[in-house]
């Protein structure tokens, strides 16, 4: 079964580590390791940051408790068998939330699409080849990146960061490099 650890690793990679910024044309607005003010303004680790700073062990925790609770148990990446697999789905349900990322999934693999990692869902996501998957998948996340640009012409400057995370996780292919 998949390792929380290691796809939590790889998402705060690709969220930026734990750093806050705030960027003006980014919807979530204010943003730590990236969990987003504007969509979490309850969360607790606001208040561990103001107290402690971005570099305490306490934000690390809250961050790792937030990221499992809301998104790794919500997928059931724990039942998820392949490790690639799970990391691509949780990234994205990171990133796009988890209907749609789910959801995609479930197209892919020719499912009821109701946005709910279920018994069903788990057994043909299992037995699905993994490389045609994974492929396929980051072929529908840069899709769905590219309709979100045709929406707003402001998140244009992301593309190259999500084209960058969606491929680090499709074998055989190498991502862009920075210029």
Request: charged share 25%; no cysteine.
């Amino acid at each position: 079964m998949a390792s929380f650890l290691e796809a939590f690793e790889k998402t705060i990679e690709n969220e930026g580590g734990y750093k806050v910024h705030f960027d003006k044309d980014d919807p979530g607005e204010l943003t730590v390791a990236g969990v987003t003010m504007k969509y979490h303004p309850l969360w607790f680790g606001w208040k561990v940051l103001d107290s402690e700073g971005a570099n305490s062990v306490l934000l690390y925790q809250a961050v790792k408790s937030f990221y499992r609770k809301n998104f790794w148990d919500k997928m059931k990446g724990y039942k998820i068998e392949n490790q690639k697999v799970a990391e691509s789905i949780f990234d994205f349900s990171v990133n796009a939330g988890i209907y749609g990322a789910v959801s995609i999934a479930q197209k892919i693999i020719k499912t009821k699409v109701d946005g709910l990692i279920g018994p069903v869902t788990l057994g043909i996501l299992n037995d699905y080849d993994s490389e045609k998957f994974l492929a396929v998948y980051g072929i529908a996340k840069i899709k769905h990146y590219l309709k979100l640009i045709d929406n707003n012409k402001k998140l244009k400057k992301f593309l190259r960061g999500w084209i960058n995370r969606v491929v680090k996780g499709v074998p055989n292919v190498q991502f862009f490099q920075s210029t």
